[in-house]
Each structure stands twice: as structure tokens, then as C-alpha cells.
């Protein structure tokens, strides 16, 4: 048992003061600072509960395969299958657009499949974003749980998902075409834009969520629509010069095609297009982060 | 006023709204052209005019009937909810014995909800792996700490629950009616540990039974309808606490929406 007596403390404990519903800070910060301060807070915070994160990551990870005998392999041959039935389904019927002469059907399934990676990661977390404080609502209510860090938490474990898929469209490359192009390298310079783009959706989903359900059948309604609208099964530079530049108003077009040109065809994207990636991933993160906490007193009280 | 080294809590004037949407609708609404004057929510205050200042080292009773305000005003003082108006001043790591119980996971086990709820309340994963055996002989539910909690009876996830709290070395502990699920052994165990826990923490303690509060609080404060009705020594406030709910009816009018 610890013993009450053997501790110094309060003279650094935390203090909480809040007047009239507003956080009074030790000091005044100009703007300048509020604004630095802003946009290191979410890193700062997600260190700070980095115990916290582990901790429930670990458990989602094992809820999610607890139940079934398989556990991890079914994570490996979903993707695996739907890899096979994209080369067998498109094989020698679909074109790609940097090769004038047919290419390979296995060629065309990676070029589908590095589509879908990034696609399907981004609707695992459009489909529970809606309802992740509802999922962890005796968290929110019942105690001081930072809330913010649950979009962190759901976007790393269906990390884990995309991560094998990706790591499957690596290895086919490798054992069908033989080799793998430099450019695979910078693949974790397109993982993180992309998982702060991610984060930053969930974050604003799952605030908009919390207080209508709306937000679940609307998400439910348009990612299905969505996948059509997004280059996964076509190539946007095949489409007339102006849809192609429409299709950049898609917010995934940027990524995906970052992730093809970086594995199928091995060359670094147009300078344009990843300025305006990474635009997106940044303006979704901290629009997301900011909305969030505009909410997050009265998500407490609603959820 | 005394000093602020000295003061744990200090509230002045707190008041607390819940905003009430009859529809999703009149949520999105009021987030596109509400304003706080003409609101499309309706606000049921729950607490209406609360000061109190409790001191470091003391131990407080909460008393008060049902939705009365108790739970809101520690749900504030945990940070969990925040209040509309007035202020409140906090200082040190506050635990809340009971609230912990409600985030256990019934199909994670023992062990796995005592690290989860240790990294709720704060804790690193290497002090909670430090202080495992030591939780683990206080909430004494033996070879049950690696099953799962749905096998637990309600009195086993509450000695889990406490054992945590009795170890994360807070500066104040909320204890809220958690001790009646226990049995006396345990009781008794905790009400020891409580009473050594005192000597340097501060205690804030909700219960309906009379005889725990005197035993276990100097003072307390006796909450109605949101104000504070009373305060003081703690057999005082017990007494016409008490006696009030011998004489006053059971007036479900108080759950009225203003």
C-alpha cells in the first residue's frame, strides 16, 4: 500500500481554474503565441497521453481478433483476395495510362489495389468516425478521459489494416515483377500527410457525430458514391483536361495518386499535386483538431 | 480567504446549464445562427449557486437527495463537465473511485482494466507495472485478476476499482457512495486506508449514510436544488440533512425542465 506520508507534492501539482466556462491560462499569450501554440498542441497532447494511446490501442487490437480462430490471418487474406479477384476480373481489359500497349493484368491490379489501400483506409474511418464517442461515451462522461485522442487512437489501429495491405502490394510488386522501385522509399512521406488528413476527418466526423446521427447515414449514403467519384478504378489522366482538374476537388485524388506513381510507376508526382496534398492533409488535421475542441465541452454533455 | 497553497478547491457562484435539444435539428441550428440570447435549446441547471472552499488535508461529506446536483458538482471538480458560470479552482491529481468502475472493459481482465484505468487516471505504464502487485493484493480478488470482468460480481469490480484509485497517489479522492458495495471486511479495509490518506490528501465523500459521514468527514455540505443549503461541521449539516428528509415530501416537481 503507498504510503500517504513519504510524499512531497503540490507544489508543481496540476491546477485546474475555470471562470464563467473558460480555461484561465498561468499568463496572457499574444496572438502570436496562442497561434504557435495551437498548432504544436495536438503533438504535445498525444505525447503527453502516449501510455494512454498504447494502452487502448492494445486493447482494440485484441478486441478486434479475440473472437475468431484466425484472428490476424483473416487481416492478410481479405486484402490478398481482393488483390487476386481485381487481376483476374480486370486482367488484359483495362489499360493504364502511362503505357500505350496493354500491360500486364497483374500491372493493373497493383495500380487498383494502391487505389483501394488508401480508399479503404479512408472509409474504415469515415464508417466509425460518426460513432466513436458514442462507442466510448462512458469514457467521456464518467471521467477524465481526453477525448481528442480517440480519432489518434482509431486512425493507428486501421493503420495496422492498411499497413498489411500495403505491405502485400509490396511484396506482389516483388514477386511478380521481380524488383521495386526507389521511389517505395518516400512511401512514409506519403503515410504520415495522409494519416494527419485521416485524423483530422475523424476528428471532425466524430464531433459532428457525437451530437447527431445525421452524420452516420450521411457517410453510410455518400463514400459508396464516393468511390466512383475517386480515381480507385480508373486513372483520372485518362478524363478530359478539365474533369481532370475537377477531380482534385476530391480531397482522396491527391493521395491516391501519390501512392501509384510512388509504387506502380515509380516516379515522384507532379509538384503541383503533392503541394496540394499536403494542403489538404494540413488543412483537414488542424480545422479538425480546432473543431473538435470548439465541441468537445458540449460533447460531454450531450453524448 | 486563506492562502492558495493551502486551498484544494475553491468554488464561487458555480452554476451549471445543460443545453437540452428536442431535435438533432435544433442543434444544427443553433450552431448555424443560435445565439446565446435567443437559444434553440432549452437549459436545465443543475447546479444553480454553489461556493464552498475546501481546505488541503480535509475530509468533506456531499449530501443531498437525488438529482440534486451532487454528481454535476463532482463530474466539475474532476474536469469532466464544465461549469457554465462562476468559478472554480482546483489543484492536484483528483481521483474518483467510483467513476473509474464505470470505464471498465467487462471483457478485458483484471489486469488488462488495471492498466487501462491507471493510464485513464494518469499513470505511466511503468509505474502501473511497479505497483500491480500491490493493487493487486488490495482489491484481494486473487486468481480472478487474469479473467475477465464479466465474471466479476459487483463487489470484485469495485475492490478493483478503489485498489487503483488507493494507488495513483492522489492529492484528492472522490469517494462516491463506492464503499456500500463492498463487504464489511473490505469496507473496513478501505475506510483504514482512507482514514491514512487523510492525513495529507483531501477527501470529497457522497453518501446517504449518516454514520459514514462522521466517520469519515470533518465537514459537510448539504446541497438542494442546486444551492448550498447548509454547511459546517459535519454532524450538523448530517443531522438536518436528516431530519429534512423525514419531513419533506418527495417532490418529483424538481426534475422540471426551467
Redesign the interface.
Known sequence: ?????D?Q??PD?????????KTVEARDYNWLERAIRFLFRPFAEAWHHR??I???LR?ELR?RF?GSMAGWVWAVVAPLISLVTYTIVFGGSAKLPNKADSSSSLDYALFVFGGLVAFNFFTEMAYRAPSLLHEYS????????PAEMLPIISTLRATTYATIGLALMLLCQLLFVGWLHWTVLLLPLWFIPFLGFLIGITWLLSAMGA????TAYLMGTIAPVLMFATPVFYSHETLSPNMKLLMYANVLTGFIEIIRDLVVFGKVSDGLVIAWTMFISMFFFWFGYWFFRRQQ??I???I | MSSDTEVAIRATHLAKAYKLYDTPGDWMKQQLLGSEERPYYKSFWALKDISFEVRRGTSIGIVGRNGCGKSTLLQIVCGMTRPTKGEIWVKGRVAPVLALGATFDYEGTGRENVLIGGAILGLKRREILDKFDSIAEFAGVGDFMERPLKQYSMGMRMRLAFAICAHIEADILIVDEALAVGDMAFQKRCVAWINNFRRTGTLLFVSHSTSELSQLCEQAIWIDDGRVREAGDVTDVARAYHRSTLFERDDMKRFAVA
Not at chain 1, 1 to 5: L, P, Q, Y
Not at chain 1, 13 to 21: E, N, Q, R, S, T
Open positions: 500500500m503507498t504510503n500517504v506520508n510524499r507534492q503540490l501539482a496540476p491546477v485546474m481554474h475555470i471562470l464563467d466556462g501510455d494512454l498504447a494502452a487502448i486493447r478486441e479475440s462512458h469514457y467521456i462522461k464518467q471521467t477524465m478521459f451530437f447527431t446521427r445525421d465541452n458540449a460531454a454533455d450531450v
